[in-house]
């Protein structure tokens, strides 16, 4: 079975950068769009970046100008680059892989001073 596990998480101060990675097992990754979801308490869950198997991206309003996603397809790792953090930004964030629509565990980030 494919699995995901995300890391790079945790504590940021109002306008630092933190950077997200998603390990993806198997040979499925090279092949399929992975895409960043976050979903803050009370909310709900949000796409927040996506990029397909050849690199062209989808980045929220939300985040335009702040965030990047990118993949390592030698590594079969997803990114999202997380700069100039905002408090609204605290989340748990959450990694999809789109063919047969796999998620990771999640993990948190929270903004703030």
């Known amino acids: 079975q494919v699995q995901l596990v995300e890391s790079g998480g945790g504590l940021a101060q109002p306008g630092g950068s933190l950077r997200l990675s998603c390990l993806v097992s198997?040979?499925?990754?090279?092949?399929?769009?992975m895409g960043w979801y976050r979903q803050a308490p009370g909310k709900q869950r949000e796409a927040v970046a996506t990029?397909?198997?050849?690199?062209?991206?989808y980045i929220a309003d939300s985040v335009k100008g702040r965030f990047t996603i990118s993949r390592d397809n030698a590594k079969n790792t997803a990114y999202l680059q997380m700069n100039s953090l905002k408090p609204e930004d605290t989340a748990v964030y959450y990694c999809?892989?789109?063919?047969?629509?796999?998620w990771g565990q999640g993990t948190q980030v929270t903004v703030s001073s």
């Open positions: 990029i397909t198997s050849t690199g062209s991206t």
């Open positions: 999809k892989l789109f063919r047969g629509n796999y």
């Open positions: 198997g040979s499925i990754f090279n092949s399929t769009a």
